[in-house]
């Protein structure tokens, strides 16, 4: 019997050093992962860091923006002068052939097909020429360039000749029309 009680003690003793070791790995493990106080130096170090790296992140996006946009702009128009390659071909054709043509009016009509060629490209575009001529004059819409004395009170203030056509894209003015108004 006193073998057994002392190996009783002796268990006793291996689970009390086992209870305690296990007790100390817990604190220490505990005291891991509670958050560390950072001292102020440390707080202002890392907010800091933080601050530089996005506003790092902030300007490439900008760069990257700025330099699509530029490369959007510098592309924008490459689809109207892809429809408009066809017409330049068709003048060139023209030319070539008025050197051999005596024959006035068909080479008018060659002129006239390749006008309302471009004319329907750029109407598919949303480009609507203006009408001024016989309109009061809007300053919104119109540049007078002169001024002609009429005789009839309802020409006054009234287009009378249009010298440069006005355009419109997309219901915008581009272009403003050049008139001679009465008055």
Same mark, same amino acid.
């Given at each position: 019997?006193?073998? =057994?009680?002392?190996? /009783?003690?002796?268990?006793? !003793?291996?689970?009390?050093?086992?209870?305690?070791?296990?007790? $100390?790995? $817990?604190?220490?493990?505990? /005291?891991?992962?509670?958050? !560390?106080?950072?001292? %102020?130096?440390?707080?202002?170090?890392?907010?800091?860091?933080? @601050?530089?790296?996005? @506003?790092?992140? @902030?300007?490439?996006?900008? #760069?990257?923006?700025?330099?699509?946009?530029? =490369?959007?702009?510098?592309?924008?128009?490459?689809? &109207?002068?892809?429809?408009?390659?066809?017409?330049?071909?068709? @003048?060139?054709?023209?030319?070539?052939?008025?050197? /051999? *043509?005596?024959?006035?009016?068909?080479?008018?009509?060659?002129?006239? &097909?390749?006008? /309302?060629?471009?004319?329907?490209?750029?109407?598919?575009?949303?480009?609507? %020429?203006?009408?001024? !001529?016989?309109? %009061?004059?809007?300053?919104?819409?119109?540049?007078? *360039?002169?001024?002609?004395?009429? $005789?009839? =009170? #309802?020409? #006054?203030?009234?287009? *009378?000749?249009?010298?440069?056509?006005?355009?419109?894209?997309?219901?915008?003015?581009?272009?403003?029309?050049?008139?001679?108004?009465?008055?």
């Amino acid at each position: 019997m006193g073998e =057994e009680n002392l190996e /009783n003690e002796n268990n006793e !003793k291996e689970t009390t050093r086992d209870q305690e070791a296990l007790n $100390t790995d $817990t604190q220490e493990s505990v /005291n891991e992962d509670a958050p !560390k106080e950072l001292s %102020p130096d440390d707080k202002y170090a890392e907010l800091n860091d933080r @601050f530089l790296r996005l @506003f790092a992140e @902030f300007d490439n996006y900008r #760069k990257r923006s700025n330099k699509e946009r530029l =490369e959007l702009i510098s592309t924008a128009s490459s689809g &109207i002068l892809r429809d408009l390659l066809p017409v330049v071909d068709d @003048f060139d054709r023209a030319i070539a052939n008025n050197e /051999n *043509i005596d024959d006035a009016k068909a080479i008018k009509e060659g002129v006239q &097909i390749i006008y /309302n060629k471009l004319r329907s490209i750029l109407e598919a575009q949303g480009l609507k %020429p203006m009408d001024a !001529k016989g309109k %009061p004059f809007d300053s919104e819409l119109h540049e007078a *360039i002169a001024n002609v004395p009429v $005789t009839d =009170e #309802k020409e #006054k203030g009234i287009v *009378i000749d249009d010298v440069e056509k006005g355009y419109y894209l997309n219901e915008k003015v581009i272009r403003y029309a050049k008139v001679v108004v009465g008055q």
